[in-house]
């Protein structure tokens, strides 16, 4: 079994930075998995934010692309989100994902942005 638990979180200004981390435990290999970041907004579905593969390929979405970046530090089995000019519209809670069998969620942080 795999755990993920994701940190970082917190309220920032609008423009500020912030660093999401998600560290994994548990069973299996770390580099060999997908790992994805998510978000779910207050009455919205959850969506994907950016994904890196086992090989370092970077999926990022329209809606954050030039502003957050994706990586991971397998020696520490830690996947991040470096999150960069922060806008009131990307609040939500950001879920950390491991593409494992079944997909690993962790429980999720807050991230608050004030106007």
């Known amino acids: 079994q795999v755990q993920l638990v994701e940190s970082g979180g917190g309220l920032v200004q609008a423009g500020g930075s912030l660093r999401l981390s998600c560290a994994a435990s548990?069973?299996?290999?770390?580099?060999?998995?997908?790992m994805g970041w998510y978000r779910q907004a207050p009455g919205k579905q959850r969506e994907l934010v950016a994904t890196?593969?086992?090989?370092?390929?970077?999926n990022i979405v329209d809606a954050v692309k030039g502003r957050f970046t994706i990586s991971r530090d397998n020696a520490k089995n830690t996947a991040y989100l470096q999150m960069n000019s922060l806008k009131p519209e990307d609040t939500a809670v950001y879920y950390c994902?491991?593409?494992?069998?079944?997909?690993?969620w962790g429980q999720g942080t807050q991230v608050t942005v004030s106007s």
């Open positions: 994902s491991a593409l494992t069998f079944p997909q690993t």
């Open positions: 548990g069973r299996g290999v770390f580099s060999a998995w997908t």
């Open positions: 890196i593969t086992s090989g370092g390929t970077i």
